[in-house]
């Protein structure tokens, strides 16, 4: 069974920082490519960022640049959203999902991923 599972959301003060758990079970996370998504409330689902099993292949949306990053822990079969300075326009439902293809802006804003895990939430506010 192929399964990916979200973790790690809550409440955060703005400023503050969370890191989002990626957890696959079924399959090996380190010979797929990695998409974090997100939906804020009463908006589409958006491209975040992705990370390709090679780890040399990054792609964030410009307005998250320098606050999010993507880490991989392949012993854990995990990886992760690290996110900092949170805003409250940061607040959304977050998902991550997998591809075999290399990561792109292309791949990610068109949301060419296969398996999505049910997502977690993230609220910023003070």
């Known amino acids: 069974q192929v399964q990916l599972v979200e973790s790690g959301g809550g409440l955060v003060q703005p400023g503050g920082s969370l890191r989002l758990s990626c957890a696959a079970s079924g399959f090996n996370l380190r010979y797929y490519t990695i998409g974090w998504f997100r939906r804020a409330p009463g908006k589409e689902r958006e491209g975040v960022s992705c990370?390709?099993?090679?780890?040399?292949?990054?792609y964030y949306v410009d307005s998250l640049k320098g606050r999010f990053t993507i880490p991989r822990d392949n012993a854990k079969n995990t990886v992760y959203l690290q996110m900092n300075s949170l805003k409250p326009a940061d607040t959304a439902v977050y998902y991550c999902?997998?591809?075999?293809?290399?990561?792109?802006?292309?791949?990610?804003?068109?949301?060419?991923?296969?398996?999505w895990g049910q997502g977690t939430q993230v609220t910023v506010s003070s």
């Open positions: 990370l390709s099993a090679s780890a040399g292949d990054t």
């Open positions: 999902a997998t591809t075999q293809d290399r990561c792109s802006a292309y791949l990610l804003n068109r949301q060419l991923f296969y398996s």
